[in-house]
């Protein structure tokens, strides 16, 4: 059989016999029988929409189906079971397509056309129609019938075989339709090259290294190295080499002296080098990787936001990080490098400066075998941090996903198999609350399966460049990846970057025929090797070897040879070979250094072998060169990753299974990936292949050619006609192929270059390489620069590293000599920086010629040298990614697409480790983003039992991911690493700002004005204040209070008036933007928002362990109100957690009262006074967690919301009790609040007291205070005062700490006489506080912000409902001149946090005509009775407050900056502006009134008086000449009303244009104002 076919493989259905004989020759596969049973299995995607009656397709159909879809393969092509099983879906729908209408609307699969199977096939048709397909098809395929068992039709085949009647035939079905309904078949693939392909995509990576080895071990290859040998006309190679090598000795180390006394002549005065297209990059982040970090930090935040308090981001201080990378020593030095020139490690605060080599290797860990150690060290340092965030990065993390279950198998053979899953899945890591893990990969189609760990919310995907049309990122860099070379294939584009090489693709097809016993790889190895061999013979003069290779290698070879000469300092191009088997790697670098020895090429190129497992060797002379194009004076260094190598000639020999995410050079002009394992056909292996290409390609116009004539304009001679015609072909490279009639003729075929053509010319037009001017270094992951520039990139090169460490800026791009000329990166200049760069050319050119040069004149050296620059390899690398190289199998199955433009490589099964869940499945589209792709995978793909998910779904709980891991994935070499180390840098900055807060920061106001009255507070150590001594203490009227900067001044009668102007008035919007504040770290005693989640804090926000939401029950509390004449019904929420504070008629019935404690108790566990916080706005922002401020002590807290945002407040905070208002005051002020807070809790003292006094109390006993607190304090101090006893004492000292609310409420509440007080407060924080701030321990004063009332001694004064602004001031005025106390505690200090949403700012006045788009400004706030006005959707209060805040002068416009005249106001305090004083006065008998007698007043403002206000009252006061007067109330009528009942019409003159009204509709109840003048 051996000479008739070599191995064949059978694939079977049914009962297969038993063989026996040679049974190496025949390899029987299940995988149609699987892909059979698989399409057999109806896809869940269809049961759940309980298709059941669907019936699956029929195995004679299967068989059917096949046999057409083998008909229609080429004879280069190879059965693949993706392919079957799409033409198994695509039959069965159509056959199903009523029943499935309903179910599914799935675009059309493109296939091979099927027979529509109206009737179904029977067992008796089946062989007769399987020959009718086959009859087409010139016997590529046979159809055998057998009758009883499938081994007489084995038995026919095998005699067919022998006889050789088989020759032209591929595959042979066997069909056996004879037992009862059952069909067994078989398909024997009988072709040689698709029974090789085939068998050998049977083995595992392991098998086919281990099939490899044996082969070279046991000497199998040394037939094909004979054969080799012979093809050469003078006999054997070798003979030939060693002839030319002893012919050719003397000669060529002369031309090397030669050439090297040329490159030294060609550097200029200061001894660089002219060469201007190597270019040092400076280090920076990219917009695009910007954008990745954020979108990390932001799922980072995600994570930690949601309610399941998986991480609490509040409790880390730092973040710390290892960096996991697969076992290659380039990698672990790239990863290396990256982290040390980020600069990440400082920012993190992790190292001091000077940041050595051997600290950064305590952040990177090399998966090998001593992993496992420093990895423990990891885990130990989290477990002792807890308060330190780690950050786990597992780059290229499709590597090694082998469970270690597998590993506990095979342990003794490879240490490292299954490490990934026994370090990063153990039990430690996926419980640590302070680790994330992220996940970084270029294909994360094996992470994305059904069983995966990652939460598709966790997922990141590098984002597009281009959404509609719009460039989202501007860079100046082109991302050149696969789609981009898959394009450069299609029509239209002249020469194309992916390309195959038929020749080579000839004779590995040849020599396979010849050599049925060697696997393929060891054949097109070494039909490789030859060919680059035979090329460098051609190229150093024996072009007799021209016929022995191919064009491609040719052309790769020549202008690897060539390139340096091309270049004043000898830069030259890298060739990568990849040669995937390490055994075959070190065959061809053996081979390849031998023939480069005996052609003398060793200081022409380097050839550098690359193994995971070692670090790159590259040889002393090549050294040397790379130190002096990188300027490195460390006499030790040596070159460690890829990309170091930048610019240097050399074969990269790039061994290994898989690449290991080592990144390339700019110098890359070709990637030869002709020996890939073509049979691996699987999409991860495919791209990442494929993904060594990928590139930055500089984004700028090519210069055109105008533009470059104009830089040579200054030169004394033009350029020959043949110079420019030269010139014209390198710069418009491919597009003029008019010039190049050889380029035309070839830019058909995908072969790439004629041999006949000159280096210089093949160089610079086949290969499509215009070299137009790079404009600008490429920054990309590939673009490598040699300055040493940081992690932005995951391809720079590191170029000398003690350089940075001396922190040199980076050097000057072009020359010494022309500091100035630094390239500018903006692309509008004409003279760009092509020009620039010729320029300084010609001038070091002529400089260099004055030195002894051999040319004969200055200008045309300079043209000669212009045209070399643009020569140099790296000026072309700039602007054009690699050629690649690809097998023709590969190449066919890249560049074919579906009916939808997906290439077939995309719909491949995704890895090795996961398996399709059925193959009923529809297509990936094309138009799928990255997201929708990743849940395509999670539905349709399951892990093999290998794959370290496989057992995830086992563990029984329906949310099987894990809830801190997240997967970034993005394109090979496009910058993840540089991104994800930003991301580190960010997140640690947020760390930092998340455990700090801005605080208002601003002096008190109208410090001047504090009235210098002989009253002090005489103790100043006094702990409270002493009753007595404080009753004599003046009351100040001034507001201190820096949020009032802009309000009316109060005049008292101590205050020396000044008339001076207390400076402009701000604007309404610059109000928030101006204050001052000041960032302050969270103490221990904050208050926190809703993103706060810590240990201690979980009972108390009422998250269960078991993450379910507190009961809560809502309660309705209703008590009648005289002032407002009806009942007023308020609701409770109250959570389970808090029945305690309150009484019940019974459990769960009606509630009667909130419990209040005894003004004698003394206990130190609780706090005695309810804490009422109105809010609006801020469910998520608003300071509500006081756990911490009231260091975990007992207190009652209950927030006041309005009705229409309960809702939301009770989903944030669903263990707070809750005061919901009553829906009319939905459009409601602040004033409304206080006003319902106060009522309410002087409605519960009273049941109260009834209830205690049943019970023996006394009522005095009940305890009166109650706390109003705004919803943004977030710190509390307290000043502690040393020294000076005496007040004049000059030795006072104080010192300001944190302490928590706890220690503040209870030094007050255990005030003595605390009864007599009414309101008490504290000062507002500020850094500028001064000694005689806090000199004066307690002040008579205005309160705000955080008050504590008693409201049974205010049970008479009550807070103006209406109020959206200024309410604690005016009921701070109406508190004083009802004779009650107000005492302001000037050694504590509340600090309030500035926060942007909510609050007065959740109202808007808008027009209510809906589509005006018109700006409502103050002044249209209020508009004539009756008139046209637009009217505004905003209650009428708020549009008079705001009115009067900008525009009382219209009504008063004597008071403006007359503070000697006050305007007066009675029973209310009005902000009428900054520049207006005012003069409060209460019209209550038995009230505090300033004595106004001395007064002449401005003006007089009546708002909304009551009855105690009468004629009589008013005729105490004084007023100017022409004072005017404002009377505002609820209707026309009352205004009437009023005026007749207060006889104004005796002092004041009134007319009928002086009526005004709120800009409000009639049903909106307008406010209606009346003004007039003083007669």
């Not at 059965?79 to 799409?86: A, R, S, V």
């Not at 026919?156 to 032209?168: C, N, S, T």
Request: net charge negative; charged share 20%; aromatic share 8%.
């Amino acid at each position: 059989m051996m000479p008739a076919c070599g191995i064949q493989q059978a694939f079977s259905h049914g009962n297969f016999p038993y063989l026996c004989g040679n049974l190496n020759d025949v390899v029987v596969s299940p995988l149609l029988y699987t892909c059979y049973q698989n399409s057999q299995s109806i896809s869940r995607a269809y049961e759940q929409y309980g298709a059941s009656t669907i019936q699956p397709i029929s195995e004679e159909m299967q068989l059917l189906l096949t046999v057409y879809y083998l008909v229609q393969l080429a004879a280069d092509q190879v059965p693949l079971m993706e392919d079957l099983e799409q033409i198994f879906l695509r039959s069965w729908r159509e056959s199903h397509l009523t029943e499935i209408r309903q179910y599914q609307q799935a675009p059309p699969q493109p296939c091979p056309p099927a027979p529509s199977a109206v009737a179904p096939v029977t067992s008796a048709q089946l062989p007769w129609l399987a020959g009718l397909a086959a009859s087409s098809c010139n016997d590529s395929v046979h159809i055998i019938e057998c009758t009883y068992s499938l081994a007489e039709g084995l038995s026919e085949m095998f005699r067919l075989l022998i006889e050789g009647k088989l020759a032209k035939t591929n595959y042979v079905v066997i069909i056996c339709a004879c037992r009862n309904a059952a069909i067994d078949s078989c398909i024997a693939v009988t072709g040689k090259y698709q029974a090789r392909i085939l068998s050998e995509s049977l083995l595992t990576p392991a098998e086919y290294q281990k099939e490899v080895s044996y082969e070279l071990v046991t000497g199998k290859v040394d037939s094909l190295g004979a054969f080799f040998s012979t093809l050469c006309p003078e006999g054997d190679i070798d003979i030939l080499l060693d002839k030319f090598h002893q012919e050719n000795q003397g000669h060529i180390s002369s031309s090397l002296t030669a050439s090297s006394v040329t490159k030294s002549a060609s550097l200029d005065v200061g001894g660089v080098p002219a060469c201007t297209s190597y270019n040092l990059e400076p280090h920076c982040i990219r917009p695009f990787q910007l954008a990745v970090a954020q979108k990390l930090l932001s799922h980072v935040c995600s994570i930690a936001d949601s309610s399941t308090q998986n991480l609490d981001l509040g409790s880390f201080e730092k973040v710390d990080f290892l960096i996991c990378i697969p076992p290659s020593e380039v990698t672990y030095q790239q990863t290396l490098f990256h982290v040390w020139h980020s600069g990440v490690l400082l920012e993190l605060g992790l190292e001091k400066e000077h940041v050595t080599k051997q600290r950064v290797e305590q952040y990177v860990l090399k998966l090998d075998a001593e992993a496992q150690t420093k990895f423990k060290s990891f885990l130990q340092n989290s477990f002792q941090n807890p308060h330190t965030l780690f950050v786990l990065i597992h780059d290229h993390a499709h590597w090694d996903l082998v469970s270690s279950a597998v590993h506990n198998l095979y342990s003794q053979s490879d240490p490292s198999v299954g490490l990934v899953d026994r370090l990063l899945n153990c039990r430690e890591v996926k419980e640590a609350p302070n680790i994330v893990t992220l996940h970084v990969t270029s294909f994360p189609y094996a992470l994305q399966t059904q069983h995966t760990l990652i939460s598709p919310y966790n997922e990141i995907h590098w984002p597009a460049s281009y959404s509609n049309g719009m460039d989202l990122y501007p860079e100046n860099k082109k991302y050149f990846g696969l789609s981009e070379f898959i394009e450069s294939t299609l029509s239209g584009h002249s020469l194309p970057l992916l390309r195959y090489d038929s020749s080579f693709e000839a004779m590995v097809t040849a020599l396979g025929k010849r050599f049925p016993r060697l696997h393929s790889a060891v054949i097109r190895t070494f039909v490789l090797v030859q060919h680059y061999a035979a090329a460098m013979m051609a190229v150093s003069g024996l072009s007799q070897m021209k016929n022995y290779t191919s064009v491609e290698t040719l052309e790769i070879t020549q202008n690897l040879i060539n390139s340096p000469k091309q270049c004043p300092c000898g830069h030259g191009l890298m060739v990568l070979l990849r040669v995937p088997c390490s055994p075959l790697a070190a065959v061809a670098y053996e081979r390849l250094a031998h023939v480069r020895a005996r052609l003398a090429l060793e200081e022409h190129f380097e050839i550098i072998l690359g193994n995971p497992s070692s670090g790159i060797t590259v040889g002393k002379h090549f050294v040397k060169q790379l130190k002096m194009w990188q300027k490195i004076e460390d006499a030790e260094w040596r070159p460690q990753t890829y990309l170091e190598l930048e610019g240097l000639p050399c074969i990269l020999i790039f061994s290994g299974m898989d690449p290991h995410g080592e990144s390339l050079p700019r110098s890359l002009r070709y990637c030869d990936l002709r020996l890939i394992n073509s049979s691996c056909l699987v999409r991860t292996a495919l791209e990442q292949e494929l993904g060594l290409a990928a590139y930055f390609v500089s984004n700028e116009v090519p210069l055109e050619k105008g533009a470059r004539n104009e830089a040579l304009e200054s030169d004394a001679e033009k350029l020959s006609s043949t110079d420019n015609e030269d010139e014209e072909l390198v710069t418009e490279g491919s597009i003029s192929e008019k010039r190049s009639p050889v380029k035309r003729e070839r830019s058909c075929s995908h072969d790439s270059a004629s041999s006949s053509l000159s280096s210089k010319a093949s160089s610079s037009v086949l290969c499509g390489e215009s070299s137009a001017q790079p404009g600008g270094p490429s920054q990309g992951e590939r673009a490598g620069s040699p300055q040493p520039s940081g992690p932005s990139e995951e391809g720079r090169v590191p170029g000398e590293r003690q350089r940075l460490r001396a922190s040199r800026g980076p050097p000057s791009v072009i020359s010494r000599h022309s500091p100035g000329l630094a390239p500018r990166p903006d692309s509008s200049l004409k003279t760009s920086q092509r020009s620039i760069q010729v320029s300084v050319t010609s001038l070091s050119s002529q400089l260099s010629s004055s030195s002894g040069s051999s040319f004969s004149s200055t200008v045309p050296t300079t043209s000669t040298l212009v045209l070399q620059a643009s020569q140099c390899s790296m000026t072309k690398a700039y602007q054009q990614p690699p050629i690649v190289f690809l097998p023709k199998l590969v190449y066919d199955m890249v560049t074919s697409t579906d009916s939808s433009g997906l290439p077939k490589a995309a719909s491949l099964l995704p890895s090795h480790s996961v398996m399709w869940a059925s193959s009923f499945r529809p297509l990936l589209s094309k138009t799928m983003t990255s997201t929708e792709q990743s849940l395509y995978y999670r539905q349709w793909t399951v892990p093999r039992p290998s794959h370290m998910d496989y057992g995830n779904r086992a563990e029984g709980r329906v949310d099987s991911f894990h809830p801190r891991r997240l997967l970034l994935s993005g394109p090979p070499q496009i910058g993840k690493t540089g991104a994800y180390l930003q991301f580190l840098s960010i997140l640690s900055r947020m760390l930092i700002r998340l455990t700090e807060v801005d605080v208002y920061d601003e002096e008190e106001i109208n410090i001047n004005l504090r009235e210098e009255s002989d009253w002090h507070y005489v103790q100043p150590s006094d702990p409270w204040p002493d009753l007595e001594l404080f009753k004599k203490l003046p009351f100040d009227y001034i507001i201190h209070d820096p949020k009032y900067e802009d309000a009316s001044l109060i005049c008292s009668h101590h205050q020396s008036m000044k008339s001076e102007d207390r400076g402009m008035s701000r604007k309404p919007e610059d109000l928030y933007v101006r204050r001052h504040t000041a960032r302050m770290r969270l103490s221990k005693y904050a208050a926190y928002n809703t993103y706060h989640h810590c240990e201690q804090c979980h009972q108390y926000l009422g998250f269960h362990p078991r993450y379910q939401l507190y009961e809560s029950t809502l309660h309705a509390f209703a008590f009648s109100y005289s002032m407002l004449g009806e009942e007023i019904q308020l609701h409770f929420i109250i959570p389970k957690s808090k029945e305690h504070h309150f009484v019940f008629s019974q459990p769960g019935g009606q509630l009667e009262s909130m419990r209040l404690p005894l003004v004698t108790d003394k206990s130190h566990e609780y706090i005695k006074s309810p804490t009422f916080t109105p809010t609006t706005g801020r469910h998520e922002h608003g300071l509500f967690n006081l756990y911490h401020a009231m260091d975990g002590a007992s207190h009652l807290h209950v927030l006041v919301v309005k009705e229409y945002e309960m809702a939301i407040y009770k989903k944030y905070w669903p263990n707070h009790i809750m005061l919901v208002l009553p829906s009319i005051f939905n459009s409601a002020g602040v004033g409304a609040a206080h006003f319902l807070i106060k009522e309410l809790s002087y409605h519960n003292l009273e049941l109260e007291r009834n209830r205690q006094e049943e019970l023996g109390i006394k009522p005095q006993d009940i305890w009166p205070f109650i706390v109003i607190s705004d919803d943004s304090c977030v710190m509390w101090n307290v000043v502690d005062v040393d020294g000076g006893g005496e007040r004049s004492s000059r030795e006072f000292s104080w010192s300001e700490r944190n302490v928590s609310l706890k220690h503040i409420m209870q030094h007050i509440e255990a005030s003595p006489n605390i009864t007599h007080y009414a309101l008490i407060g504290m000062r507002k924080w500020s850094s500028r506080t001064g000694c005689r701030e806090v000199r004066e321990p307690f002040s008579r004063c205005h309160v705000h912000d955080f008050i504590i009332l008693n409201v049974d001694l205010t049970q008479n004064v009550q807070y103006n409902q209406n109020r959206f602004t200024c309410d604690d001031v005016d009921f701070n005025l109406r508190v004083h001149s009802a004779g009650l106390l107000l005492c302001r505690f000037n050694r504590f200090s509340v600090m309030k946090k500035q926060i942007a949403v909510g609050g007065h700012r959740s109202f808007h006045i808008t027009s209510k005509v809906s589509d005006s788009p018109v700006a409502i400004v103050p002044a249209q706030y209020i508009c004539a009775p009756d008139s046209k006005h637009t009217f505004l959707a905003a209650p009428a209060q708020l549009l008079l407050e705001k009115f009067l805040q900008h525009h009382s002068h219209r009504f008063f416009p004597l008071s403006l900056k007359n503070h000697g005249h006050p305007v007066l106001s009675v029973d209310c305090y009005l902000n009428l502006g900054s520049q207006i004083s005012v003069c409060y006065v209460s019209s209550r008998p038995h009230s505090l009134n300033i004595s106004c007698s001395d007064f002449l007043f401005s003006g007089l403002l009546l708002y909304l008086c009551d009855s105690f206000v009468g004629a009589s009252f008013l005729k105490k006061f004084h007023f100017l000449k022409g004072a005017t007067l404002c009377v505002i109330c609820q209707d026309r009528n009352s205004l009437r009303q009023t005026v007749v009942r207060l006889e104004l019409e005796d002092e004041w003159q009134f007319r009928l244009r002086d009526e005004f009204q709120t800009a409000n509709a009639k049903e909106d109840r307008p406010l209606f104002f009346l003004t007039g003048r003083h007669i």
